[in-house]
Nanobody
Framework: QVQLVESGGGLVEPGGSLRLSCAAS????????MGWYRQAPGKQRELVAT???????TYADSVKGRFTISRDYAKNTHYLQMNSLKPEDTAVYYC???????????WGQGTQVTVSS
């Protein structure tokens, strides 16, 4: 069973930057898209950003212009560059990969991002 391993979370001051990585432990075929989600305490998990097989990206309005998603399909790895971080970005960040043939969604274990002075 392929697993997604996240890294790069931590504590950062407001205005700072972090880069999250999500690496698959094996090869995943027929990828539809790769994404990042987050869940703050007491809130539902929400979409942060996705990038599909054509390289098309989508972002939540709250992170547009500050976050950038990228991927390296050869390594089955994707990234989330987070700049100009705000306290409201504090959450557990989860990566995922959606595949077809058959449909399946892989999830990472989550990594904590805390933005605080």
């Amino acid at each position: 069973q392929v697993q997604l391993v996240e890294s790069g979370g931590g504590l950062v001051e407001p205005g700072g930057s972090l880069r999250l990585s999500c690496a698959a432990s094996g090869t995943i075929f027929n990828i539809v898209d790769m994404g990042w989600y987050r869940q703050a305490p007491g809130k539902q998990r929400e979409l942060v950003a996705t990038v599909n097989s054509r390289g098309t990206t989508t972002y939540a309005d709250s992170v547009k212009g500050r976050f950038t998603i990228s991927r390296d399909y050869a390594k089955n790895t994707h990234y989330l560059q987070m700049n100009s971080l705000k306290p409201e970005d504090t959450a557990v960040y989860y990566c995922n990969i959606r595949a077809i043939g058959p449909p399946y969604v892989y999830w990472g274990q989550g990594t904590q991002v805390t933005v605080s002075s």
